[in-house]
């Protein structure tokens, strides 16, 4: 039985959420933000020696592990969503009367105060672990974590800047547009993976970048503006399926959605077409799921945590790898702690992991409680240059560590 005061806050909650509130689109949103600091935590591990903490992957010696990464690579439904929300925030915005540049600026303001916060903080506290005695090759360890998920945010920022142009694409293409972008990318790894493979320039994979992360953003542009029926939904479902089976079954892609240390290919660094058959499986269901998922969310003691974690969004998004690294280092005080700081090559350590899960989270839930502060319009112009400076100066820092 759930205390009273849970309850109370609920019904509260649910009372206070606006009639036209579209709950499906925030229930997707809550679980795709989740399963980043989900995948990180289960699929990011740490090794110590001589005092100093690096970064390993579990995958490198767990292959069975790699399955997960399909359920926790979730970037579909988050760039899904995303197209979605800009696509129908703009299209409100113009009919308030508002200018693109003027809706894009506020967009990009939401979006950069908790990165440039973020980013801030660590330029103070590098210093800071330096002076307690912290070696600083596991400083840079820290570092490379927290700038692993900013990464997205930048390429959700270019595509937010590239709505007013999805919306055209779209409507040009009738609804087929993502098709396109899906054509580009299988061109590019038929280039990069093909009989002549060997023979082109490394510099090609860039060109998946683009058009690999625009494919799901497009795919709810398109949705808002109901060009995708649920046929089309069931299309993308389907066919993204059967996408995903043959080229993991014919084509020999590897397997993990993220990357692999020592392996030679990779589906993430830029997507690779498995990236975009992933991704088509989780935007049809999404589009099937949305109704369904609406009503559930009617529900107040279902609500209530999906407006908790869309509230903390971007605090979960750039404070989650920190919470684990502070965790790790405090850990390895105490040398080799079993799912923390060993090595991560047995399924005992991905059992141990587990358990430090709810760790991780109370990390990240005192860390978000002053955080936060961020996310909000900044006091003054003082903060907003201190913040600035505190992230040119990480920033520099930085490109020599990653």
């Known amino acids: 039985m759930l205390p009273v005061s849970v309850r109370r806050a609920a019904a509260t909650v649910d009372a206070k959420t606006p009639a036209s509130r579209d709950r499906a689109l925030d229930g997707l949103r ?3 933000l989740l399963s980043v600091p989900l995948g990180h935590w289960l699929l990011g591990g740490f090794t110590l020696s001589d005092g100093v903490l690096h970064n390993a992957s579990p995958l490198a010696a767990l292959p069975f592990m790699a399955p997960l990464s399909w359920v926790l690579q979730m970037l579909g439904v988050f760039f899904l969503v995303g197209g979605r929300a800009s696509a129908l925030s703009l299209r409100r915005s113009a009919e308030r009367g508002v200018s693109a540049s003027a809706w894009l600026r506020g967009r990009v303001l939401r979006l950069a105060r908790p990165v440039l916060g973020v980013a801030a903080v660590w330029a103070a506290l590098i210093p800071v672990l330096r002076a307690l005695g912290v070696p600083a090759d596991t400083v840079r360890t820290g570092a490379v974590l927290m700038v692993q998920p900013l990464w997205y945010i930048a390429m959700y920022l270019v595509l937010t800047a590239l709505t007013p142009l999805c919306v055209r694409f779209g409507a040009a293409a009738k609804g087929w547009a993502s098709a396109g972008l899906l054509a580009a990318v299988a061109a590019v790894d038929l280039l990069r993976y093909g009989p002549w493979g060997g023979s082109m320039p490394g510099w090609l994979s860039l060109l998946n970048l683009l058009p690999g992360w ?6 709810g542009v398109d949705w808002a503006h109901g060009r995708i029926s649920r046929a089309g939904a069931w299309l993308t479902a389907a066919g993204g399926a059967v996408l ?9 892609y590897p397997a993990s959605m993220v990357g692999v240390p020592g392996a030679a290919r990779t589906n993430s660094h830029p997507p690779s077409l498995l990236v975009l058959a992933l991704a088509s499986v989780q935007g049809g269901a999404a589009m099937l799921l949305k109704d369904r998922l609406g009503r559930a969310l009617r529900r107040p003691l279902l609500w209530l945590p999906v407006v908790v974690v869309n509230l903390g969004a971007m605090t979960i998004f750039c404070w989650h790898q920190t919470a684990m690294f502070l965790t790790a280092l405090a850990g390895s005080r105490l ?6 700081t060993a090595v991560p090559d047995s399924g005992l350590w991905a059992l141990a992991r587990l358990a ?11 860390i978000g409680r002053w955080a936060r502060r961020f996310d909000a319009p900044w006091p003054s112009r003082l903060w907003r240059a201190l913040a600035a400076a505190g992230a040119a100066l990480f920033a520099v820092y930085a490109l020599g560590a990653v």
């Open 244 to 252: 995903f089976a043959v080229l993991l079954l014919v084509f020999h």
């Open 214 to 219: 625009l494919f799901a953003y497009q795919l």
């Open 356 to 366: 430090w899960l709810p760790v991780f989270a109370v990390v990240l839930a005192l």
């Open 30 to 32: 809550a679980v795709a």
């Open 335 to 340: 040398g080799t702690v079993p799912g923390l």
